[in-house]
């Protein structure tokens, strides 16, 4: 038997709850939708989501879901009634505060902990199978919402998730409440103000681009954020499968959290569901649900979730998706099919909608939505191109391509007051604005000197400017190639920039120059606190794990290290720290244990080989093979290989005493390694291997 609408109205999820006073309206439009169907009335969808533009696309998912579950009525029929708890109750020691959302097999409150002293958290009180627990409980990231507990409720076949309370707005509330309106905020402020949540504090001081930055520039860092999330899970062989608008939690500082992993595949459990919201799946996807290949989750893989977060940013920075509107009064495999065909033409461009949008953002955004999966970025690869949008140097160029008329004014009022006396014109722009863009176009051009007389010009106009403050920390810092002195001028800069509001790029540098100061301790500190204002990056991770490392803090050392390849398998750097932290590992283990240090150390070493060699790097291979070759003699050739290599490149084998170093005592007897011990020192730029890096990408 079909299921009703009424059956659907009981079961399914209100699944977008519209913020700030929008929720009501979400409801009773829903309802009078479901109360329409139950009347036979005829209704054209579109039109009816139509009336409603406050809340126009959350209602668009909820009917989506409605024409869903109405088509697949066995996904009600076939499970027993549960008996779902309500706002007021307690169940499993927790108290239920106030609904957040709810699905047909899941709810998801607001409550309080009592065994944890009354601890705010939200709940989410579903049908017993550990699946989305299984897969949360091994990933620790910053953009992904974690899992404090899992718990049956005895009598009911319930389980309840405990999680942390961060707030209630996801990116759908975002969508509507930007859109919702013409004339809308340009401002990257309106994510903040959505983000708010009545029962949290409000954040001392949110990410600075979010305070000072365009509505464009905010939905940057968001969309690196969650690549960074994804980027994370794939390393880890999860793929979410369901990444989509309500599925990413907005916490009060504006920080995106990746939310539901319901449907998710995980190598660790048996992939039992497979699913989706149509509207963000990939062509893969909607084919991998076709009632002939339901289930092929081998189409599926990571890719796919790039596509449904590139289908997230193209919505954020236009308010329309790539493919729709969709056409609501179809069946689900209506809606499947005339997707597919959607996909499978021509992508209307984004700057076609709104032609102000970056011609590189606009561009890496439809790249996701290629329908050929190997054409679309990685989800590290994305994290980098959305980044390279936000540097200081790109946001102040952007601000010299918005105000070109009045910047060219600038210069003729420049010019004119040369030649006859100071002109008082109206309107000019802001002198410190100027000299900080010609700042920076003299640093991109890399005169070091220029750029830093203009920065100080626009600090004199106006101190307080910690984009300025940053970008001539910047500067000193590249002068300090020559001269170290400038050194401490460059840490000067990155503190002030970080107290006027730019906090986790700033300590990266600032950890960067103090190093180099032979402050390693002041390095570490700052290095740890950019990781706990977002700038957790390959770079910045390697370089934490170098200084561990040094500081014979070995155990301690190898866990950044291991996040810093895993977020970035090509960073040269960080694959050598980790074949060196290895190499050392298997130093310290008794014999019968040695097979796996060296195996996985020379893993990394060949990944740190793929990049530029340098004499150095072409030495510690030798090294580490001619180590490696004490347990397994094939490792020799490699050795001798590179270690002639290494001398090719400058390395002077006296200075080595390669003779001496018992590292070298599986080669000794190879007389190829006592005539390379003879060789003249070939003359070479002395380049050494850089396992300390720059974290700051221009």
């Known amino acids: 038997m079909k299921a009703t609408p009424t059956t659907l109205k009981t079961n399914l999820a209100k699944s977008v709850r519209v913020r700030r006073g929008h929720s009501s309206l979400v409801d009773e439009a829903y309802n009078a939708f479901c109360k329409l169907r139950d009347e036979g009335v005829p209704i054209n969808a579109k039109q009816f989501c139509d009336r409603f533009p ?53 709810r998801v409150f607001r409550a309080e902990q009592s065994a944890m002293g009354g601890r705010l958290v939200a709940v989410k009180i579903s049908r017993s199978d550990g ?54 905020d340009e401002s990257a402020q309106v994510i903040l103000e959505v983000a708010q949540d009545p029962h949290l504090p409000k954040p001392e001081r949110p990410e600075s681009v979010l305070r000072r930055g365009t509505f464009e520039e905010g939905v940057r860092w968001l969309g690196a954020q969650l690549a960074d999330a994804l980027a994370h899970i794939h390393a880890e062989g999860i793929c979410h499968r369901d990444v989509k608008p309500s599925n990413v939690l907005l916490t009060p500082d504006g920080t995106p959290k990746l939310l ?23 062509p893969e996807q909607l084919l991998a ?12 893989g990571p890719a796919s979730d790039l596509f449904s977060l590139g289908v997230i940013l193209y919505e954020l920075l236009s308010g329309k998706n790539p493919f729709g509107p969709l056409p609501l ?30 011609a590189s953002l606009a561009r890496v955004v439809e790249q996701c939505l290629s329908q050929d999966p190997s054409r679309r970025p990685s989800a590290l690869e994305l994290g980098r191109a959305l980044r390279r949008g936000l540097s200081w140097r790109a946001r102040s160029l952007k601000w010299l391509a918005r105000h070109r008329k009045l910047t060219a004014a600038a210069v003729v009022l420049t010019l004119a007051a040369a030649a006859a006396g100071a002109v008082h014109v109206a309107n000019q722009p802001p002198a410190h604005a100027v000299q900080l863009a010609q700042g920076v176009e003299a640093y991109r051009r890399g005169h070091f000197d220029q750029a830093a ?97 040094e500081k014979g803090q070995h155990k301690e050392a190898h866990e950044p290290l291991l996040k810093a390849v895993a977020l970035d398998p090509s960073l040269q750097a960080a694959q050598h720290n980790l074949a060196l932290w290895y190499l050392q590992q298997g130093l310290r283990v008794t014999a019968d244990e040695q097979a796996d240090p060296w195996a996985k150390g020379i893993a990394h070493l060949e990944k740190a080989l793929e990049g530029k060699i340098t004499g150095k790097l072409a030495y510690d291979a030798a090294y580490l093979y001619s180590l490696a070759a004490r347990h397994d003699a094939k490792w020799q050739e490699p050795a001798l ?48 291997a850089i396992r300390f890096v720059d974290p700051i990408l221009d």
């Open 289 to 300: 649900t076709a009632k002939e290949r339901r289930g092929d989750a081998r189409l599926v």
């Open 260 to 282: 539901d992993f319901n449907l998710s595949s995980n190598e660790l459990v048996p992939d039992t569901r497979f699913g989706g919201t149509l509207l963000y799946m990939a």
């Open 131 to 184: 699946f989305e627990a299984a897969t949360l409980g091994r990933i620790e990231h910053p953009n992904i919402t974690p899992v404090y507990s899992v718990e049956e409720i005895p009598d009911t076949g319930l389980s309840a998730v405990c999680m942390p309370y961060r707030g209630s707005a996801t990116l759908a509330h975002l969508v509507d409440f930007v859109y919702a309106t013409p004339g809308r």
């Open 453 to 549: 007389l203009f920065l100080k010009q626009s600090l004199t106009a106006k101190p307080k400017q910690a984009d300025a403050h940053f970008a001539l920390g910047r500067v000193f810092q590249k002068m300090a190639a020559h001269d170290k002195q400038y050194l401490r001028d460059a840490v000067h800069e990155f503190r002030q920039a970080e107290e006027y509001g730019i906090e986790g790029k700033s300590q990266a540098a600032h950890g960067y120059c103090v190093y180099w100061q032979q402050l390693p301790d002041v390095a570490l500190m700052y290095f740890e606190k950019a990781c706990q204002h977002g700038m957790a990056t390959a770079e910045v991770l390697n370089n934490l794990g170098l200084i561990l490392k």
């Open 641 to 688: 290989a590179w270690l002639a290599k290494a001398l090719d490149l400058g390395v002077d084998p006296k200075t080595a005493e390669l003779q001496k170093d018992a590292a070298f005592r599986a080669i000794k007897n190879d007389p190829r390694f006592g005539a390379l011990c003879v060789r003249e020192r070939v003359t070479h730029p002395d380049e050494y």
């Open 54 to 106: 406050t809340v126009k696309s959350s209602l668009v998912r909820l009917i989506e879901a409605h024409r869903f579950l109405e088509d697949h009525s066995e996904l009600i029929e076939e499970q027993s009634p549960v008996s779902w708890p309500v706002p007021g109750e307690t169940i499993g020691g927790f108290l239920l505060l106030d609904e957040l959302g709810q699905g047909a097999f899941a």
């Open 329 to 358: 009064d179809k069946s689900t495999e209506e809606l499947r099919q005339y997707l597919l065909q959607r996909q499978f033409e021509r992508l209307r461009p984004l700057r076609s909608l709104r032609p102000q949008i970056d």
